[in-house]
């Protein structure tokens, strides 16, 4: 019988947990020909959910949980969830029931078919303000632009991953985590499901702006390099308008018999160490760079198949 893992990350999610642990359990039951493995990770709470959690283990032996000594925040409450995960697959979905459980067996579904990453497309989002929506949106773009890995939008991380992209992904070590960028990273078979998000049914979401913005700043700068060539490619028009401008000096003095003035040998002075100045920038940048993808310690790549044979990209 395969089984499926399905990973919760909760931080103070007392009043959802008896909520979703009834709704998973409903849907779970229609599913008997699968194995199914709910596994809890309990992100340094300060409320109940750990004892709630105890008492569902003690009922039932599907549960199973990870304590963290506090909280480290839900990407790596994700990635714990992957390394504990006993499943042929796992299943993401939130605590507060803002992924619909109902959604998962069309997840497996489209799993039996040979996808190894289906995930959730939101068609709306309920009960999230305009301003979010807005800078979502606006994030997603940026993200897109500055690489070439393809980024799926209006996705969170409600999806179902095959065991040899769970396989793939634990070996992404690094501690400024963007699940969301790691998932395109890795590659295999995509596929897209369209649900409604639901607002939350209970608490309050663990997002303010400011984890946002950290959020996003850490999806764009452990993704791309770019922002540091930003000096690399203002370089080269900066030296332009110094020689453009140097050329026009020298004509202007010569053709009406004038010594250079003051003001323009500053402008060209401030235009050539400028110019020097951002070059520096750019050499350094381009080294850091690279040490940063080096201190990464991402394999290289991941493959599907070796002479027919799936690969599960097991750690030798
Ligand atoms: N979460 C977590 N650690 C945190 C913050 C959130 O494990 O530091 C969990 C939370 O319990 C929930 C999921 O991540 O299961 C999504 O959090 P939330 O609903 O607050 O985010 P939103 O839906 O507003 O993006
Ligand atoms: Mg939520």
Known sequence: MKKVTIIIPAYNEEESLPLLYDRLNNVV???NQYEFEMLFVNDGSKDKTLQII?????????????????????????IAGL??????????IDADLQDPPELIP???????????????RRKNRKGETFLKKFTSKMYYKVLQSVTRVEIQRDTGD???????????????????????????WIGYNKKEVLFD?????????????????????????????????ISTYLTIPTFLTLVIYFIYVIIKCITQN??????????????????????LFGIIGEYLGRIFNETKNRPLYFIKEYNGIREENKEK
């Open 29 to 31: 039951t229609n599913l």
């Open 158 to 184: 409600f999806r179902l991953l095959d065991r040899r992209c769970v396989n793939a992904l634990i070996q992404l070590r690094e501690t400024q985590r963007c699940s969301k960028s790691m998932f395109s």
């Open 83 to 92: 390394d504990y995960a006993k499943g042929d697959c796992v299943i993401f």
């Open 197 to 229: 998000r639901d607002p939350r049914v209970a608490g309050e979401t663990k997002w303010n702006y400011k984890k946002l913005v950290d959020l996003a700043i850490d999806g764009i700068t452990s993704f791309t390099t770019s922002p540091l060539r």
């Open 54 to 78: 105890k008492s569902l283990r003690a009922q039932d032996e599907r549960v199973s949980y990870v304590d963290f000594s506090r909280n480290f925040g839900k990407e790596i409450a994700m």
């Open 258 to 279: 004038v010594a250079i003035q003051a003001f323009q040998a500053i402008i060209l002075l401030v235009l050539f160490f400028s110019g020097i100045q951002i070059m």
């Open 106 to 120: 069309e997840l497996i579904k489209y799993w039996e078919q040979g996808y190894d990453d289906v995930y959730a």
